[in-house]
């Protein structure tokens, strides 16, 4: 029986960070992770494998990764734990002293009839159902997909720059529906529209058709589309059974539960990645975001504390902090949107503003940025940052980000400091940013009652 | 005699903000600007009226930005101050109740020989002597360039793009010596080297050749170089003339006294801009940077707070947060260089992360993406970043600008929680920001004494 100082269990994002992270902290600790996959995928580049990337192998994650970062890799599947042994799915044994549970999650099934033909997919992050995938969209001319979230949206617009007839069916009323106000989704519909996408909203889809072999779908309105190929993108739940086996507190659909430095109730056991149940950063409730950036987040707080806590937390819960891009429009989104706000019961206030992300707006690569901000209505801090515009706004809803963890109010902002170019950004008299924090700034000149003029006058620090 | 509640000195970016923010906060109250121009430039945007940009007119600042912002325009010049009334040169009277100075800079001229011929040209921010200096560009077979700042570099991109020999002549050891680090200079160099411009550094022109026409320079090793166009970019001085002639306290070098809130002494009159003092982010001394970004900040700070302070003013002292484009490498800094945090004499450590700042590195558009993070070596804290890669590096800057602004540390930035797109930013697993904290944090852990084993079981949290 081998025996490792710490095993990490799932290959993803979070369990290669944590590797990482662990080796580097703990250099005198041998390390091993276990994974079922021979091969792991970099889960967001998936959708590009359509179209952007000539094939799957093109989005693999390098073992190189682990094997450079002192850990042993193990090919099987840990079954179950008995004290601190787990058992292998080969009949082997494997010993540690922590263990780190990245167990992932999986797509999640709507209620479909039909779903087992030939033809339909869901996007699992593996490799070989994923080449059978390309193939099927390389065959095929008309493709429905169903689900209009990140996924969802990037699969279509990949699949329509490679010429196919698409659908997309998406049960809100706007596309993004979960993290962008109902203006941005108009706008990615709008985009995904006139590239000769057919948008469904409102809409679901009741049954898959065709005799073995898919051949369209049937709508929740009556209407039928002709498709060869048909994509589920509806979500992913929390992989959480291993865990619950091993006897640890679970909650089915948000997750392992953990404590702030990701701890389950066995203080030698964590779970981080989309497994680990998640809090959300204004109001601590469950959030049910997973990305790769949060899972990594977690990965390497985990990997630096394993074995005393190291790394204080200072941003606790998650923010959910999105890009994408759609046709050549970036679209960007941090914190909360109105819709969410509005469903925490947070009061809040907006501001607004757009600009051209090159100054003179004559200079080559300019595309209009356009921002909005959402500020506490009377704590006046950050709460939520959307944006669309150029390839920038990759980097700049990070900038957001860190404002909204560092809890800046629309006043900082109005006494930013930030550096501008030509070439690169936005006029330093136009930067959206700000403007928006104006924006949101001069709202409150009228929404505060004024003082009087007499009030006023004293107010005034005379010489 | 005009009366207005405002008057603002300056048309330059301080004094356009400072007129657009006083409207936004004080709608009711009359504000005029007096410059000198008939027409004002966008500063940074001038060295691109060397190629990028059809003609020197496509680099206006629309005065419409004041008309739309109830401010009136007056084309005078202010010669005195009596009491609150202002002497225009064209005789006329105007009285006002708050005076803002935005008064701008001079560029510098070296004590260089034959400075009077013609074809030499400073750059200055004014309209027809630009067109006159565009004019000769186009004429102009070569080239000498002297100062190897971010004008300078700008100018040498500019005019080799558009296909002149071009010289660059920099006294210190490599390019953007008071900004970047070595290595970053090394790096603009070489990319201006393999475009085909001649570099000449720890080198200085003393004389410019030629009967009236400047036909070449004469360096300090002696060598000659042929030229038919001479520009000379080596930095700016503040204009305090006029301050110093209203009986305000200046620093012939640093600019006119102000306090946090960019009041002078007297406590009816501002200074913004250039023409304002600044003092150091780190170490509170007097700072020379001049941005226009900085001088907006101001702007908008004196706008909002002329009649009583509003906006507290949260960051004190100049960060300098600069960007470039020398060919398609992005370059961007704030903060402390090591250069400039040996000097103050401040302890730091540093990390640096390279990263191609796309994932899977195969998509279009991809890039090298380098950082270099300084940290106070005992307080943890950010105090700078520099960073050579793509475009993405204009917004980066700022994101980092972000960081040092709230004094986060490495460790805040190893929690991080980021947005990444694999067409947008590097995947999360490399992200170059949080890969140089972390590198930091590597250094902390091998300097820092270790704890003995006994210890370390100790502290580990048994169940």
Same mark, same amino acid.
């Given at each position: 029986?081998?025996?490792?100082?710490?095993?990490?269990? =799932?290959?993803?994002?979070?369990?290669?960070?944590?590797?990482?992270?662990?080796?580097?902290?703990?250099?005198?600790?041998?390390?091993?992770?276990?994974?079922?996959?021979?091969?792991?995928?970099?889960?967001?580049?998936?959708?590009?494998?359509?179209?952007?990337?000539?094939?799957?192998? /093109?989005?693999?994650?390098?073992?190189?990764?682990?094997?450079?970062?002192?850990?042993?890799?193990?090919?099987?599947?840990?079954?179950?734990?008995?004290?601190?042994?787990?058992?292998?799915?080969? =009949?082997?044994?494997?010993?540690?002293?922590?263990?780190?549970?990245?167990?992932?999650?999986?797509?999640?099934?709507?209620?479909?009839?039909?779903?087992?033909?030939?033809?339909?997919?869901?996007?699992?992050?593996?490799? /070989?159902?994923?080449?059978?995938?390309?193939?099927?969209?390389?065959?095929?001319?008309?493709?429905?997909?169903?689900?209009?979230?990140?996924?969802?949206?990037?699969?279509?617009?990949?699949?329509?720059?490679?010429?196919?007839?698409?659908?997309?069916?998406?049960? &809100?009323?706007?596309?993004?529906?979960?993290?962008?106000?109902?203006?941005?989704?108009?706008?990615?519909?709008?985009?995904?529209?006139?590239?000769?996408?057919?948008?469904?909203?409102?809409?679901?889809?009741?049954?898959?058709?065709?005799?073995?072999?898919?051949?369209?779908?049937?709508?929740?309105?009556?209407?039928?589309?002709?498709?060869?190929?048909?994509?589920?993108?509806?979500?992913?739940?929390?992989?959480?059974?291993?865990?619950?086996?091993? =006897?640890?507190?679970?909650?089915?659909?948000?997750?392992?539960?953990?404590?702030?430095?990701?701890?389950?109730? /066995?203080?030698?056991?964590?779970?981080?990645?989309?497994?680990?149940?998640?809090?959300?950063?204004?109001?601590?409730?469950?959030?049910?975001?997973?990305?790769?950036?949060?899972?990594?987040?977690?990965?390497?707080?985990?990997?630096?504390?394993?074995?005393?806590?190291?790394?204080?937390?200072?941003?606790?819960?998650?923010?959910?902090?999105?890009?994408?891009?759609?046709?050549?429009?970036?679209?960007?989104?941090?914190?909360?949107?109105?819709?969410?706000?509005?469903?925490?019961?947070?009061?809040?206030?907006?501001? &607004?503003?757009?600009?051209?992300?090159?100054?003179? =707006?004559?200079?080559?690569?300019?595309?209009?940025?356009?921002?909005?901000?959402?500020?506490?209505?009377?704590?006046?801090?950050?709460?939520?940052? &959307?944006?669309?515009?150029? /390839?920038?706004?990759?980097?700049?809803?990070?900038?957001?980000?860190?404002?909204?963890?560092?809890?800046?109010?629309?006043?900082?902002?109005?006494?930013?400091?930030?550096?501008?170019?030509?070439?690169?950004?936005?006029?330093?008299?136009?930067?959206?940013?700000?403007?928006?924090?104006?924006?949101?700034?001069?709202?409150?000149?009228?929404?505060?009652?004024?003082?009087?003029?007499?009030?006023?006058?004293?107010?005034?620090? &005379?010489?």
């Amino acid at each position: 029986m081998k025996t490792y100082d710490v095993v990490i269990i =799932g290959g993803g994002p979070a369990g290669v960070t944590c590797a990482i992270s662990a080796h580097m902290t703990y250099p005198d600790k041998s390390i091993a992770l276990v994974r079922k996959e021979e091969i792991s995928l970099i889960p967001c580049g998936i959708p590009y494998v359509m179209h952007s990337l000539t094939s799957v192998d /093109d989005d693999i994650m390098p073992d190189k990764l682990l094997s450079d970062n002192g850990t042993d890799l193990i090919i099987d599947e840990v079954i179950e734990k008995e004290e601190k042994i787990l058992k292998l799915g080969s =009949g082997d044994e494997l010993a540690f002293d922590k263990l780190v549970l990245a167990l992932g999650s999986t797509p999640v099934t709507p209620p479909i009839k039909g779903m087992d033909k030939n033809g339909v997919f869901v996007v699992k992050k593996e490799r /070989d159902y994923l080449v059978q995938m390309k193939e099927q969209g390389e065959k095929a001319n008309k493709v429905v997909i169903i689900g209009g979230g990140y996924i969802g949206v990037e699969m279509a617009d990949e699949l329509r720059k490679d010429g196919k007839e698409v659908h997309l069916v998406e049960m &809100q009323d706007t596309l993004l529906p979960f993290t962008m106000d109902h203006e941005f989704g108009q706008k990615a519909k709008e985009i995904l529209e006139s590239a000769g996408t057919e948008i469904h909203v409102n809409c679901r889809v009741n049954t898959i058709l065709g005799d073995g072999e898919a051949t369209g779908v049937k709508l929740s309105d009556g209407r039928e589309i002709d498709a060869d190929m048909v994509i589920i993108s509806t979500g992913a739940r929390p992989n959480v059974t291993l865990a619950s086996n091993m =006897g640890l507190a679970v909650h089915p659909k948000n997750g392992i539960w953990v404590n702030e430095y990701l701890r389950t109730f /066995d203080r030698d056991i964590f779970a981080i990645g989309d497994c680990a149940a998640k809090y959300d950063f204004f109001t601590g409730e469950f959030s049910n975001v997973m990305l790769a950036s949060t899972a990594m987040a977690e990965g390497r707080l985990v990997g630096s504390n394993l074995f005393e806590i190291k790394v204080m937390r200072k941003f606790i819960g998650v923010l959910g902090s999105f890009s994408t891009k759609i046709g050549i429009t970036a679209f960007g989104t941090s914190g909360l949107t109105e819709h969410k706000a509005r469903e925490m019961n947070l009061d809040y206030i907006v501001g &607004q503003a757009t600009a051209v992300d090159r100054h003179p =707006g004559k200079l080559p690569g300019a595309s209009n940025l356009h921002i909005k901000l959402l500020f506490s209505r009377y704590s006046h801090t950050l709460l939520g940052a &959307q944006m669309h515009g150029g /390839d920038s706004v990759g980097e700049l809803v990070n900038m957001l980000s860190v404002m909204i963890l560092n809890k800046m109010t629309d006043m900082d902002i109005d006494n930013l400091q930030i550096g501008t170019h030509p070439l690169l950004t936005a006029s330093p008299v136009a930067y959206p940013v700000i403007g928006a924090a104006v924006d949101a700034i001069k709202k409150w000149y009228t929404y505060i009652p004024k003082r009087t003029k007499d009030d006023a006058v004293q107010g005034v620090s &005379q010489k």
